[in-house]
């Protein structure tokens, strides 16, 4: 059975920045099949927020076009959840990050891989772990 898995917001951004670093190859493996990429809405407007900065889109040339591609795409072939299971109070340091727990728990994830400090400190959640990127290429035997 393939591994459902939830990519934190952090790991679509940095894809976008650094195209060829971990995180574009963690993207990579989705679009070559090897995992189910679970996401949510909340998760999706977190993302277009984040490229929406004007300092990062000035900084690495982020058009609308590229912003609406991606998430165009995780609309499409990712398996969006609706995201909303009540994980209040799972993180209090950053409560934001929590949209992220709420995903994985409603789309019933095998994994979620991040790289926020505050949810890696967590180990996992509801028995799902959270793993950094590179663990996780690891575990798909990427790297």
């Not at 969006?80 to 789309?107: F, H, K, N, Q, R």
Request: charged share 20%.
């Amino acid at each position: 059975m393939m591994l459902r898995v939830v990519l934190d917001t952090n790991i679509y951004v940095s894809k976008v920045l650094i195209p060829s670093g971990l995180p574009a190859q963690a993207y990579r493996a989705w679009q070559d099949a090897q995992f189910e990429l679970l996401t949510s809405p909340a998760i999706l407007h977190e993302l277009r927020n984040t490229l929406g900065y004007e300092r990062i889109r000035r900084k690495y040339h982020i058009t609308d076009g590229i912003v609406d591609e991606l998430i165009g795409l995780l609309e499409r072939h990712a398996t969006v959840v609706v995201g909303t299971a009540d994980v209040t109070g799972a993180i209090p340091a950053d409560p934001s990050d929590e949209i992220v727990l709420a995903c994985a728990v409603d789309g019933q994830a095998d994994l979620i891989v991040s790289g926020d400090q505050h949810l890696l400190a967590l180990a996992s959640y509801h028995g799902i772990p959270i793993i950094p990127v590179r663990a996780f290429l690891a575990r798909l035997a990427l790297t």
